[in-house]
């Protein structure tokens, strides 16, 4: 069955950057695009943007232009979010999701807690 | 930007029907979804573009839509419905969630 696995809890000081990987399976890697959303504690959840893993081509909100990284690892059906310069207000679960009719399914999340 | 717009909380009693509306500009034609995110679990896709309902979802879930809305039906709402939902709607290659709804079965 089609599963997305991502990687553990960080915990992370403002100024610094933070990497979660998500790890596909069951199905065709490259043939879907895969997104990262994020959700803050008890808030709702925050679309940051998405990959093709085909070709490489990303696409970004504005809000994190600048400071978000997306890649994928075509070796390793893996697709990894790097945000940087994080400050408080990045505390938040990090999601992925695959994208095909409607984003489905999502991984387990990763909890990113920024802290001095 | 993009903005959707949704309520907050919507209370419904066991057995009864649940709407949960989303507005934004034509938002009936950007490929709305619909999640489901209980307490503590990853969000679940309910409804797509719209009106389509993914294998395994209960069919007393349907989503409908006109010009600037989009609306989730929960019919016959049981305890397990609790939960949040979320609208989803795609922009020029961007995605924008709604704040999300809070559906309470009393």
């Known amino acids: 069955q089609v599963q997305l696995v991502q990687s553990a809890a960080e915990v992370q000081k403002p100024g610094a950057s933070v990497k979660v990987s998500c790890r596909a399976s069951?199905?065709?890697?490259?043939?879907?695009?895969m997104n990262w959303v994020r959700q803050a504690p008890g808030q709702g959840l925050e679309w940051m943007g998405w990959?093709?893993?085909?070709?490489?081509?990303?696409q970004s909100s504005e809000k994190f232009q600048g400071r978000l990284t997306i890649s994928r690892e075509t070796s390793a059906s893996t697709v990894h979010m790097e945000l940087s310069s994080l400050t408080l207000e990045d505390t938040a679960t990090y999601y992925c999701?695959?994208?095909?009719?409607?984003?489905?399914?999502w991984g387990q999340g990763t909890l990113v807690t920024v802290s001095s | 930007s993009y903005d959707v717009t949704q309520p907050s909380s919507v209370s419904v009693s066991p057995g009864q029907t649940a709407r949960v509306t989303c507005s934004g500009d034509?938002?009936?034609?950007?490929?709305p979804s619909w999640y489901q995110q209980k307490a503590g679990q990853s969000p679940v896709l309910v409804i797509y573009?719209?009106?389509k309902r993914p294998s395994g979802i209960p069919e007393r879930f349907s989503g409908s839509t006109s010009e600037n809305t989009a609306t989730l039906t929960i019919s016959e709402t049981q305890a397990v419905d609790e939960a949040d939902y979320y609208c989803?709607?795609?922009?020029?290659?961007?995605?924008?969630f709604g704040t999300g709804t809070k559906v309470t079965v009393l």
């Open positions: 989803q709607a795609w922009d020029s290659g961007i995605y924008v």
């Open positions: 999701a695959r994208l095909g009719n409607g984003f489905d399914p």
């Open positions: 573009e719209g009106t």
């Open positions: 069951g199905y065709n890697f490259k043939n879907y695009v």
């Open positions: 034509h938002l009936g034609g950007r490929f």
């Open positions: 990959i093709n893993p085909y070709d490489g081509n990303t």
